[in-house]
Every structure is written in structure tokens, then in C-alpha cells.
């Protein structure tokens, strides 16, 4: 089994930063990608960023503001996020691709959500 676990969301003001973090665990002997997703108030789930071994890719919405990074020992991924806009108001979910320790096959593990909340 596969567990992908997001923290770090919660209520900001305009303008201000937050942190979020993915960590995935149990039985996994490589991990391919680590991608944050979110989904506003009646949207569709978007890529927000993602980040592999050659290297990082942004929605557009999003570049230049936030920035994504990976601890590959500890198979975390964060996601700063600067200069924050009402717009960017959603579940923001974490997406892990790997292959299993032990059978070698490939998974796609996402995990629950953390809500973000940019508002004066």
C-alpha cells in the first residue's frame, strides 16, 4: 500500500504565502512525479505543478508565484505558494507516480486534499 498524506493548507490574506506539503509512503522503491492539483469552487481539477527528475513544470496561472521542490530521501514534495489571490482558493490534492517496492508495478496514489483559503 501506497499513502500520500497533504498538509499545510489553511486561510490567508491577499498577498500573503503559505507552504504546502506531500508525503508519501509505504511500500514504494521509486517515485516518478509528484504533482500538486487543485480544484476552486465549481472548477475542474487543474495542474498546479509537478516535479520530476528532469525537472519542474507550472500551470500558468501560477508561474512566477509559486514553486514547487522535492526531498527524494524522505519522499515529501512542498509547494510554496507567494503573493496569494482569492483566485487561488481550492482543494489543492497531491498526486505521487512510482512503481512498488516489492512487485515492482507502477502506482498512481493521490491523496485527500488540503483546503486553502485566500481571503481578506
Known amino acids: 500500500q501506497v499513502q500520500v498524506v497533504e498538509s499545510g493548507g489553511g486561510l490567508v490574506q491577499p498577498g500573503g504565502s503559505l507552504r504546502l506539503s506531500c508525503v508519501a509512503s509505504?511500500?514504494?522503491?521509486?517515485?516518478?512525479?509528484m504533482a500538486w492539483y487543485r480544484q476552486g469552487p465549481g472548477k475542474q481539477r487543474e495542474l498546479v505543478a509537478s516535479?520530476?527528475?528532469?525537472?519542474?513544470n507550472y500551470g500558468d496561472s501560477v508561474k512566477g508565484r509559486f514553486t514547487i521542490s522535492r526531498d527524494n530521501a524522505q519522499n515529501t514534495a512542498y509547494l510554496q505558494m507567494n503573493s496569494l489571490k482569492p483566485e487561488d482558493t481550492a482543494v489543492y490534492y497531491c498526486n505521487v507516480a512510482g512503481t512498488r517496492r516489492m512487485s515492482y508495478r507502477d502506482f498512481e496514489v493521490w491523496g485527500q486534499g488540503t483546503l486553502v483559503t485566500v481571503s481578506s
Open positions: 516535479i520530476t527528475g528532469s525537472g519542474t
Open positions: 509505504g511500500s514504494i522503491r521509486s517515485i516518478y512525479t
